[in-house]
């Protein structure tokens, strides 16, 4: 397992930017898929995007694509999600996971991240 720190939520209006990040720590980064998670107020965690070279390659939550853009720097062990053009409803705290192997999402025997709060918000 890894040691992940998201940063870089906070207060946003609608129609604004922000770029996530996630730093993992290890020297194995490369090996792993990496993936954004999101739960707001009341709902279940849901998937928002993953950059999974061997289960699928770059994939997004229909709800998010075409807004947000999921990179890594595999040199800085680090993952990011770019968010455009935000939303009242992507309120959330975004965690970040690390998995081995082709499966497409992670379970919670995986590495999470403590989460970051973004609130939308004019």
């Known amino acids: 397992q890894v040691r992940l720190v998201e940063s870089g939520g906070g207060l946003v209006q609608p129609g604004g930017s922000l770029r996530l990040s996630c730093a993992a720590s290890g020297r194995t980064f490369s090996m792993y898929a990496m993936g954004w998670f999101r739960q707001a107020p009341g709902k279940e965690r849901e998937f928002v995007a993953a950059?999974?070279?061997?289960?699928?390659?770059?994939y997004y939550a229909d709800s998010v694509k075409g807004r947000f853009t999921i990179s890594r720097d595999n040199a800085k062990s680090t993952v990011y999600l770019q968010m455009n053009s935000l939303k009242p409803e992507d309120t959330a705290v975004y965690y970040c996971a690390a998995w081995y192997g082709t499966r497409r999402y992670p379970n919670s025997n995986d590495s999470w991240g403590q989460g970051t709060q973004v609130t939308v918000s004019s």
């Open positions: 950059n999974n070279r061997i289960g699928g390659g770059i």
